[in-house]
């Protein structure tokens, strides 16, 4: 099976950067990916990687390492839109082609 | 920019009662994805679909769960006899290449509420 970790809750304040990681368990390794859920709205796809190293898009960056089963979201610039959840989802290679999510990553933001 | 649609947003049942929670995906995307989120919990696979068929099914897409594809652009999931631990938000998705780990989008979900 899949099983993936990631940390119930991150607070930061308005303009600082945060963190959030996943490590994963998988059988084999396709690719993680992250998506971002406010509150009683639907995921929406921010980010993927297949390969080692860092994804940039805008204030958001995601790394991998496959060798260490683990990746990070990296939010900059914090914005008080930026309070919401944060999934990481990974899919093993071979089999299903349906991506397993962590449990979420709630992100607080103070002004 | 195209979208997901889904409806109704919100749906109010009685336990045993049959429920047709319905999609528009994306007009160009060929694979078709439901999946649930119990409140405070992490978002769950139901079901992909492809070419008129199930390609794949969880654990939770047991006999009492249906979808069908009744036109060129509506998907539908349908649930039997809920039950009560069937309260949830469903989201519909859809992809264009099949690879949904490498991006979906996401409606904008059905909040089932089973009495």
């Known amino acids: 099976g899949q099983s993936l970790e990631q940390p119930s809750e991150v607070t930061a304040v308005e303009g600082a950067i945060v963190q959030i990681n996943c490590t994963y368990q998988t059988s084999g390794f396709y690719g993680l990916s992250w998506y971002q859920q406010h509150d009683g709205g639907a995921p929406t796809f921010l980010s993927y990687?297949?390969?080692?190293g860092l994804e940039e898009t805008g204030r958001f960056s995601s790394f991998l390492s496959r060798s260490d089963s683990y990746g990070y979201l990296l939010l900059q610039e914090l914005q008080m839109k930026d309070s919401a959840s944060y999934f990481c989802a990974v899919r093993a290679s071979g089999g299903s082609y349906i991506p397993t999510f962590g449990r979420g990553t709630s992100l607080i933001v103070h002004p | 920019e195209p979208e997901v649609t889904q409806t109704p947003s919100h749906q109010v049942t009685q336990m045993g009662q049959e429920v047709i929670l319905r999609c528009v995906p994306i007009?160009?995307?060929?694979?078709f994805y439901w999946y649930r989120q119990i409140l405070g919990q992490k978002v769950e696979f139901l079901v992909s679909?492809?070419?008129?068929?199930?390609?794949?099914k969880s654990e939770i897409f047991d006999d009492q769960f249906s979808v069908e594809r009744p036109d060129g652009s509506n998907f539908t999931l349908k649930i039997r006899s809920t039950k009560l631990e069937d309260s949830a938000m469903y989201f519909c998705a859809s992809t264009k290449t099949g690879l949904p780990v490498r991006e979906q989008f996401f409606g904008p979900g059905t909040r089932l509420t089973v009495l």
């Open positions: 679909f492809y070419n008129n068929e199930i390609s794949e």
């Open positions: 990687n297949a390969l080692d």
């Open positions: 007009s160009n995307h060929l694979y």
